[in-house]
């Protein structure tokens, strides 16, 4: 099970954690990260992002995932 299957980031305090596990394989199909679910554009801001963003992405990622 890695974090996105268990990470929940409206109720996280803190800091949003990065969902990157270590799989950096991009889809061509999906256009999405094999390993974290997020796009091109949102690995890349990740770093900048305001915490805010970060939710998003995360919420993002979870909607994917059930999506799957």
Do not use: Y
């Not at 800091?15 to 394989?25: F, K």
């Not at 974290?36 to 979870?62: H, S, Y």
């Amino acid at each position: 099970m890695n974090r996105a299957e268990t990470f929940d980031p409206r109720t996280h305090q803190g800091p949003m954690p990065s969902p990157c596990i270590g799989l950096c394989v991009m889809d061509a199909g999906s256009g999405l990260c094999k390993g974290c679910q997020r796009t091109v554009d949102e690995i890349i801001d990740w770093g900048v992002a305001p915490e805010a963003r970060k939710r998003q992405v995360w919420l993002a990622i979870l909607q994917r995932r059930a999506a799957g």
